[in-house]
Every structure is written in structure tokens, then in C-alpha cells.
Nanobody
């Protein structure tokens, strides 16, 4: 049974930084894909950053150059710099079983709120 638990959300002002973490358990092996998604009120969930089993990464255009995804064994992190009000959303950690991107996301965390205002 896969469990993903996010932490690190909060309220910040525009231009500030936050680092989100996701602790995983029950994932098979080590070379699996993971990623971060976000959903703002009234909007669809969107993929923010993805990393595969070989540490290749992919980012949404809206966060390129500002967000960095890190994967270290059972922990996934998202360093968010130069935050903007439009980054306000609930952020979710997700994991799949494929080694390469695109990831076949199968497991999801409960989310952590990020508010920029």
C-alpha cells in the first residue's frame, strides 16, 4: 500500500520561497516516477513538475526557472522561488510505477496548501 504525505505548505508574500516535501512509503523499488500537481479553486488540476527514475525532469511553462523538483529515495521535494499570487493552490504529490516520463500516476497524497498574497 503506497502512502504519500506532503508537508511544507503555508502563506507567503509574492517573491518569497517555500519548499514542499513528500514522504513516501510502500513504493516498489527506487526507479519510479513522481511529480507535483496543483489545483486552485475553480480550476482543473495541473501538473507542475515531474521526475522519472533516472532523475530526468519536466516542468510546466508557468514555473520553469522558479521551481525545482528533487527526488531522493523516498522523499520528493519542490523548491519554489519567486512565488506569485497565481501559484496559490493546493499542491499534491503523486507517484507512478514507470521508470520514464510520462508517468503513470497511480498514488496521490492529501495535499498541502500554498497561499501567495
Amino acid at each position: 500500500h503506497v502512502q504519500l504525505v506532503e508537508s511544507g505548505g503555508g502563506s507567503v508574500q509574492p517573491g518569497e520561497s517555500l519548499r514542499l516535501s513528500c514522504t513516501s512509503s510502500g513504493l516498489p523499488g527506487s526507479r519510479y516516477c513522481m511529480g507535483w500537481f496543483r489545483q486552485a479553486p475553480g480550476k482543473e488540476r495541473e501538473g507542475v513538475a515531474h521526475v522519472d527514475g533516472y532523475y530526468n525532469t519536466r516542468y510546466a511553462e508557468s514555473v520553469k526557472g522558479r521551481f525545482t523538483i528533487f527526488k531522493d529515495r523516498a522523499t520528493l521535494s519542490l523548491q519554489m522561488n519567486s512565488l506569485k499570487p497565481e501559484d496559490t493552490a493546493k499542491y499534491y504529490c503523486a507517484a507512478g510505477e514507470t521508470r520514464w516520463l510520462p508517468c503513470d500516476y497511480k498514488s496521490w497524497g492529501q495535499g498541502t496548501q500554498v497561499t501567495v498574497s
